[in-house]
T-cell receptor, first 109, second 115 residues
Framework: AQRVTQPEKLLSVFKGAPVELKCNYS??????LFWYVQYSRQRLQLLLR??SRESIKGFTADLNKGETSFHLKKPFAQEEDSAMYYC???????????FGQGTILTVHP | EAQVTQNPRYLITVTGKKLTVTCSQN?????MSWYRQDPGLGLRQIYY???????DKGDVPEGYKVSRKEKRNFPLILESPSPNQTSLYFC??????????????FGEGSRLTVL
């Protein structure tokens, strides 16, 4: 079975502070990991995926197979980063996609 | 404009009254799926479809049915809705080429209340 855990339901930081949203997964094979984001009044959208290894809106995430983690990081948070963030895992067949419980990030001015 | 369209966006119904939530995409995507979003539980996959006439269960399929007769449409059917199916539902689609997949495009969501 595949599982994704986001231990923090809520995360609050001040503008300019570093932020890290945690994601741990359980999967026996080689998963594909994603971060999706939902800004207020907008559709859920892809933020980044581990195979791309790119930085989007200043966010990065590294897949750590040893710790089975895919934490999302940004060195300097901005108010516009306030949103709901979901970590997601897809197994090798891609059909089944498992999301975590989500983390609401609030960046205070 | 590339879109995933769900209807209805809001619905209040009563226990046992069959309903269908439609989902349509105009991007010629092979893959489509349904999720429900509940507080504290995040997004949970109900069903997915890899292509026309190919569907499979996600993590929470009980009480739901789907069909994929056409590539663009993937309706979610609640044969006998119950109050525990009160939720926010999302449809999503993406492309598949060989072993590669694209990002999921989500609909705006359908808020369903079952009394």
């Amino acid at each position: 079975a595949q599982r994704v855990t986001q231990p923090e339901k809520l995360l609050s930081v001040f503008k300019g502070a570093p932020v890290e949203l945690k994601c741990n997964y359980s999967y026996s094979g080689s998963p594909e990991l994603f971060w999706y984001v939902q800004y207020s009044r907008q559709r859920l959208q892809l933020l980044l995926r581990h195979i791309s290894r790119e930085s989007i809106k200043g966010f990065t995430a590294d897949l750590n197979k040893g710790e089975t983690s895919f934490h999302l990081k940004k060195p300097f948070a901005q108010e516009e980063d306030s949103a709901m963030y979901y970590c997601a895992l897809c197994g090798t067949s891609y059909g089944k996609l498992t999301f975590g419980q989500g983390t609401i990030l609030t960046v205070h001015p | 404009e590339a879109q995933v369209t769900q209807n209805p966006r809001y619905l209040i119904t009563v226990t046992g009254k069959k309903l269908t939530v439609t989902c349509s995409q105009n991007m010629n995507h092979e893959y489509m799926s349904w999720y429900r979003q509940d507080p504290g539980l995040g997004l949970r996959q109900i069903y997915y479809s890899m292509n026309v006439e190919v569907t499979d269960k996600g993590d929470v399929p009980e009480g739901y049915k789907v069909s994929r007769k056409e590539k663009r449409n993937f309706p979610l059917i609640l044969e006998s809705p119950s109050p525990n199916q009160t939720s926010l539902y999302f449809c999503a689609s993406t492309w598949r080429r060989g072993g590669n997949t694209g990002e999921l495009f989500f609909g705006e969501g359908s808020r369903l209340t079952v009394l």
